[in-house]
C-alpha cells in the first residue's frame, strides 16, 4: 500500500458529462501528481501541485482541470468527456516540490474511467 | 527530444532466466532514470533508480546499467520469478527542481512457472 488514496475505483459515465476524480497523497507529502494511462498513449504526465499552487503542466486537455486545497488533497475534474478520455487515471504524492532522486513519488491505485 | 523508447514491448522468460528491458533517450539534459514495476489494478512503484555518474547500479536481483554516450540504459531482473510478471516502465527526467517525468510506453514481463 503506497499510502495514496484514490477515489472512486471505477466511474462509468456517458460523453458530455462532467466528473470528479479524488486523490488523498501520503501523509506529509506536499506535492500532487496527476497522471493518464492508456493503452495507446501510456503514461502521460497531466499537472503537478506542490502545497495548494500549480506547479507544472502536461499534456492536461483544456476541458480537465485540478486544484489541491489547503487539507492537500486533489481533485482532477474532467467535463464534455469524450470516448477517447476512457482510461486509467493515477495520482502520485511526494514529499517536496519536483522530482529527484531523493524526491520519490508514491502512486495511487488509479481510477478506471470508462466514457460510453 | 522528449521521448523516451523503449523495448520489447513484451517479453516471456522462463523461471531463473534473466530479462532484459532497454531504453533510450534523447535529451541530453535528463539526468535520472528511474524504472517503475506495475502490477495488475495497482499504480506504478519506484523499483530502482540511476543517476548517470554510475554505469551500474544493483539492487538484489535487478540491476540498471548506463550508457551515457549512447543515451541508453536498461534493467536486467537475474534468477526472474513469476512474481516479478509486471509492466516496467523506464522513466528520465532532470535531477532537478520543477521538472517531470517522461515514461517509456512500458514492457509486459511475463515469467513462466
Known amino acids: 500500500d503506497s499510502g495514496v488514496t484514490q477515489t472512486p475505483k471505477h466511474l462509468i459515465t456517458a460523453t458530455g458529462q462532467r466528473v470528479t476524480l479524488r486523490c488523498s497523497p501520503r501523509s506529509g507529502d506536499l506535492s500532487v501528481y496527476w497522471y493518464q494511462q492508456s493503452l495507446d498513449q501510456g503514461l502521460q504526465f497531466l499537472i503537478q501541485?506542490?502545497?495548494?499552487?500549480?506547479?507544472a503542466k502536461g499534456n492536461i486537455l483544456e476541458r480537465f482541470s485540478a486544484q489541491q486545497f489547503p487539507d492537500l488533497h486533489s481533485e482532477l475534474n474532467l467535463s464534455s468527456l469524450e470516448l477517447g478520455d476512457s482510461a486509467l487515471y493515477f495520482c502520485?504524492?511526494?514529499?517536496?516540490?519536483?522530482?529527484?532522486?531523493?524526491?520519490?513519488?508514491?502512486f495511487g491505485a488509479g481510477t478506471r474511467l470508462s466514457v460510453l | 527530444q522528449q521521448q523516451v523508447k523503449q523495448s520489447p514491448q513484451s517479453l516471456i522468460v522462463q523461471k531463473g532466466g534473466i530479462s532484459i528491458i532497454n531504453c533510450a533517450y534523447e535529451?541530453?539534459?535528463?539526468?535520472?532514470f528511474p524504472w517503475y514495476q506495475q502490477f495488475p489494478g495497482k499504480g506504478p512503484a519506484l523499483l530502482i533508480a540511476?543517476?548517470?555518474?554510475?554505469s551500474e547500479k544493483k539492487e538484489g536481483r535487478f540491476t540498471i546499467s548506463f550508457n551515457k554516450s549512447a543515451k541508453q540504459f536498461s534493467l536486467h531482473i537475474m534468477d526472474s520469478q513469476p512474481g516479478d510478471s509486471a509492466t516496467y516502465f523506464c522513466a528520465a527526467t532532470r535531477d532537478n527542481y520543477g521538472q517531470n517525468f517522461v515514461f517509456g510506453p512500458g514492457t509486459r514481463l511475463s515469467v513462466l512457472p
Open positions: 540511476i543517476r548517470p555518474d554510475v
Open positions: 535529451n541530453t539534459a535528463f539526468d535520472y
Open positions: 502520485a504524492s511526494s514529499p517536496r516540490e519536483g522530482l529527484y532522486h531523493k524526491n520519490i513519488q508514491y
Open positions: 501541485y506542490y502545497n495548494g499552487e500549480e506547479r
